[in-house]
């Protein structure tokens, strides 16, 4: 069972600098952003100070889903998706794939050259956009992580 340890550390560590990550962009830099810089500077300085985050949100993703996906197996808890009270791991997995859809996909091959051609045009509206997805998907991860981890504790509901 020490690779179930193992794979349980490297998933809190994965979420937490995942999760962490998007708090930090939706509730410190994307407000930032949104004062100093003027609407049309907003998504270069926005990139400028998140793109190297985006890369390492990668990796993190990946290594979240890895691991999740050996503690559900080794630990045989398949059964957990059946029960109501285990919502929570319908819930991982929801958020899991928006952000390895978002992260891996999406973002590379349409939304980075869409948000540049959006913003050249339309740039308050853009960040209004960007803002709003931060603000949504950073609430669901709150949701998500706190009936994680009451969930992984015993408290279900």
Known sequence: MDDVTIARVIHVLAVLHWIGGL?????VLLPA???????????????????R???????SVVLAGLSGFWMTWRLDAWWRFAEPGYWWMHAMVVLWAIFAVILLIAEPLVLHAWFHRAAASRPE?????????HRVLAAAAAVTVAGAVAGAHGMLF
């Open 53 to 59: 985050f985006s890369g390492q949100a990668r990796v």
């Open 33 to 51: 952003v949104g004062r100093m810089a003027g609407p049309a500077r907003r998504l270069e300085v926005f990139e400028a100070i998140e793109g």
């Open 125 to 133: 509206a853009v960040y209004r956009l960007v803002l709003r997805a």
């Open 23 to 27: 708090w930090l962009v939706t509730l």
